[in-house]
């Protein structure tokens, strides 16, 4: 299956700023999923990253906030826009398995904003 | 009412017991039926795939689906303190994932 490679793995920012976020796929995939993990909560995906088009966003999220790029199969970026608190978190990107169709996450970045 | 729904726990149980994880889906196509294993700190882990009705078993591992009744469970058996995590239940609809809430499990020495 496919190893991701993400970083970073944590940051503390400060509110009003913006972090982004990168992943890198060991192999072609067509699809990469951004997912945001709230203390205590499950898996919210954020937006879905295709290859020479627009991410396509969940309800709730917007480019503005969330800008992704995806400009190659093997590599996408999240950025967090104008930071607040309620942005800490922890986002992770993820790719379908070939194999068995679950998902495959990256390690994660543990998001702080003070 | 949630498209995945798992008990958030905390279930705790002794060494080498069996462990039971539960989780109910609401979408009746769903087609695909995932466990990951979650460490405190770390992403997700996928450690079981189930698609069709009964069971499969992997090593200590034994998923079982029951579409009838929209039903996933994960069994543990002989329960190790490593198993200590949050396993989270993951349901393909075909058009989207959907992740249950998660359960806490501690195993007691």
């Known amino acids: 299956s496919a190893v991701i490679s993400q970083k970073p793995s944590r940051d503390i920012c400060q509110r009003g700023t913006s972090l982004t976020i990168q992943c890198q796929v060991d192999?072609?995939?067509?699809?990469m999923f951004w997912y945001r993990q709230q203390p205590g909560q499950s898996l919210t995906l954020i937006a879905t990253a295709n290859q020479g088009s627009e991410a396509t966003y969940e309800s709730g999220f917007v480019i503005d906030k969330f800008p992704i790029s995806r400009p190659n199969l093997t590599f996408s970026t999240l950025t967090v826009s104008n930071m607040s608190p309620e942005d800490s978190s922890i986002y992770l990107c993820?790719?379908?398995?070939?194999?068995?169709?679950?998902?495959?996450f990256g390690s994660g970045t543990r998001l702080t904003v003070v | 009412q949630k498209e995945v729904e798992q008990n958030s726990g905390p279930l705790s149980v002794p060494e080498g017991a069996i462990a039971s994880l539960n989780c109910t889906y609401s979408?009746?196509?769903?087609?695909?039926f995932f466990w990951y294993r979650q460490y405190s700190g770390k992403s997700p882990e996928l450690i079981m795939s189930i698609y069709s009705n009964g069971d499969k078993e992997d090593g200590r591992f034994t998923a079982q689906l029951n579409k009838a009744s929209q039903y996933v469970s994960l069994l543990i058996r002989d329960s190790q303190p490593s198993d200590s995590a949050t396993y989270l239940c993951?349901?393909?609809?075909?058009?989207?994932?959907?992740f249950g809430t998660g359960t806490s499990l501690t195993v007691i020495p």
């Open positions: 979408d009746r196509v769903s087609q695909s």
């Open positions: 192999s072609q995939v067509t699809m």
């Open positions: 993951a349901v393909n609809t075909g058009n989207q994932f959907y």
């Open positions: 993820s790719v379908v398995r070939v194999s068995d169709y679950g998902y495959t």
